[in-house]
Structures are given as C-alpha cells and as structure tokens.
T-cell receptor, first 109, second 115 residues
C-alpha cells in the first residue's frame, strides 16, 4: 500500500534549526513535496524533490533519498511565523499526491 | 487577484440534504481537485479533473459527485449529506495533472458540518 509517515508534532526555539522527517511508500515515484499550512488556512507549496540530494530555498531546504524512501525539510533561523503544519506528499506513478497527516511545528520564544 | 475561490466558507447542513460546494479558478489551469482534510489524517482526494469535460475518482469518492463543464469551474456535490462528511474541503488546481513541479494552488477551504 501507499503510505507517508511524519511526526505528529515538534517543538523548537525561535532562531534555532529544526528538521522534519518524512518516510514514504508509493506505487511508483514522481517526486516528493512539502507544503506549509497555517492553522485555518490553505496549504501552500514549499518544495519539490525528484532527484537525490538537497534543494535549498532561502531559510528552507529539502532533502531526498530515493533508495531509503526518505525526505526531510530543514528550517533555519526559525521565526514565530514558521509555526504551522508541514505536509509531506509523495507523487505516485499516476501523478496523484499521497499526503502525510502533517507535522505541527510549535515555535517557542 | 488570480487564484481559486471557494464558496461557501462555512456551512452547517442537516443530514439528508443536498449541498454543492463551488470552486472557481482564474489561472487557466487544466487540472482541478477536491480534497477533504480531517484531523489526524492527510489530505484525501475525492475527485479530480485532468481537463474540462473529464473527471476521475480519487481515494474517497463515495457520496460525492463532480462536473467540469468548463476550465474555470469544478463544483462538488453531496447528494444526501451524512455526518461522516463533516470535514474541511479544499479545492485545488495545477497547470496539468502530470505537471512535474507538483505545485497545487489551494482555495481557502469550505468547512462543512453535517448534523
């Protein structure tokens, strides 16, 4: 079956670094995506990885290892506005996204 | 401002009633989707459309129907609402179903409560 696993909740301190892990099992693979969702709002696209390695985009980076079925989202210089849920999603062979339940990130001053 | 508009934002509905959630996009995207989001679960795909005139079933299609008469509109209908359909519904679009950037643009959501 298809499955996305990520931690339910994480807590970090303002200014610090946090890594949110995601493991995936999909029928075929066409990429791994991260979305950010603030409470009561719509998800917004953060990153896309289809090849192994690290993709950096400002304070956010995303890593993929296809052989391990593993990805992480790295957030640096945390700000209070980064408090949100982070959704991991894998794209299967039919180009459909399989979503994890999301990781709620709590930032403390 | 370009984007996706959903209506209504929130609705309380009696069980057995018919309800249509509206979704309109002005980005000329080919693909559109309806998801439901429930606490503790990932987004689950209800129905999708690759292009105007075509629709497909997602992971949880039962009790829901969609139509895609044109590029911009993708309404979701609950023929006879049941309490298990209480959820937040998100409409989304992308350039194409097989768009390899995978970027979905979401509406602001419709919170539906079925009593």
């Amino acid at each position: 079956g298809q499955n996305i696993d990520q931690p339910t909740e994480m807590t970090a301190t303002e200014g610090a670094i946090v890594q949110i892990n995601c493991t995936y099992q999909t029928s075929g693979f066409n990429g791994l995506f991260w979305y950010q969702q603030h409470a009561g709002e719509a998800p917004t696209f953060l990153s896309y990885n289809v090849l192994d390695g690290l993709e950096e985009k400002g304070r956010f980076s995303s890593f993929l290892s296809r052989s391990k079925g593993y990805s992480y989202l790295l957030l640096k210089e945390l700000q209070m506005k980064d408090s949100a849920s982070y959704l991991c999603a894998g794209m299967d062979s039919n180009y459909q996204l399989i979503w994890g339940a999301g990781t709620k990130l709590i930032i403390k001053p | 401002i370009a984007g996706i508009t959903q209506a209504p934002t929130s609705q309380i509905l009696a069980a057995g009633r018919r309800m249509t959630l509206r979704c309109t996009q002005d980005m000329r995207h080919n693909a559109m989707y309806w998801y439901r989001q429930d606490l503790g679960l990932g987004l689950r795909l209800i129905h999708y459309s690759n292009t105007a005139g075509t629709t497909g079933k997602g992971e949880v299609p039962d009790g829901y129907s969609v139509s895609r008469a044109n590029t911009d509109d993708f309404p979701l209908t609950l023929a006879s609402a049941v309490p298990s359909q209480t959820s937040v519904y998100f409409c989304a679009s992308s350039v194409g179903l097989a768009d390899n950037t995978g970027e979905l643009f979401f509406g602001e959501g419709s919170r539906l409560t079925v009593l």
